[in-house]
């Protein structure tokens, strides 16, 4: 009985940065339960224009491929103190980073509320709680989603719609990969770890499907922590 809830069989789901890492994990997870999946990257839609992306939201309703499920995975972060911050590349963080996934939230939900079933998932970071200290207008931007989360998720709850964050730790992947093989600091990440070890990305994919599925319509506005008690006190 509890299986069946994690089918996504008829389910359509758009996954953001979807072709490597952990979107490709999460996507991948999708369609092993099911789900049609619509694989996202910069060539498909350049979510730093916004025109561009209401374009690509008119043509997969034009295809009739509006998202019953919509994972807003793809980032970007750029390693700079605050101190020297562009404000050009911070307002491209934000648009990316934030004001994408709005627009997103605002084309899924007609779709969503009218069948009376949807869910909207951001990717967040736990830098939303323990901020790198050259990534701080990272951190802000994915506390804004956060919080986005939140208001969103309370409002649209009696609509028969979910909206999560769960929130990767420190994860292997294409991003991370060189700073993590460094002798020296990737021992000192590893070190702060409890578990002391990085996430893959599958490690990602199970509460995405969880909450994806009926599995999880009972949890909304939630911000799950896959981070290998990383965001932990102490």
Avoid at 41 to 58: M, Q, R, Y
Avoid at 206 to 227: E, H, M, W
Wanted: hydrophobic share 40%; net charge neutral; glycine share 8%.
């Amino acid at each position: 009985m509890l299986k069946e809830k994690f089918d996504l069989t008829g389910k359509t789901a758009l996954v953001t940065g979807s072709t490597r890492g952990i979107g490709k994990a999460i996507g991948d997870a999708f369609e092993e339960y099911g789900a049609k999946v619509i694989r996202h990257n910069t060539k498909v839609c350049d979510l730093a224009d916004p025109k561009a992306i209401d374009a690509f939201f008119d043509q997969i309703e034009k295809d009739g491929l509006l998202p019953d499920i919509l994972v807003c995975n793809a980032s970007i972060q750029a390693k700079i103190p605050w101190t020297e911050f562009p404000l050009d590349e911070a307002q491209k963080e934000l648009q990316v980073n934030f004001f994408a996934t709005l627009r997103m939230f605002q084309r899924c939900y007609p779709k969503m509320k009218a069948q009376k079933w949807g869910r909207l998932i951001t990717v967040g970071s736990v830098n939303e709680s323990r901020p790198h200290p050259d990534m701080c207008v990272y951190a802000a931007t994915k506390a804004a989603q956060e919080n986005l989360v939140r208001g969103v998720g309370r409002q649209v709850a009696a609509e028969g719609i979910t909206v999560n964050n769960p929130c990767p730790g420190v994860f292997n992947t294409d991003r991370n990969r060189a700073c993590l093989a460094d002798p020296v600091y990737g021992p000192k990440v590893t070190a702060a770890i409890p578990m002391h070890d990085y996430a893959v990305p599958e490690d990602a994919a199970g509460a995405a499907l969880l909450l994806a599925s009926d599995a999880g319509r009972y949890i909304t506005g939630a911000t799950i922590a896959v981070d290998g008690g990383l965001s932990l006190p102490g």
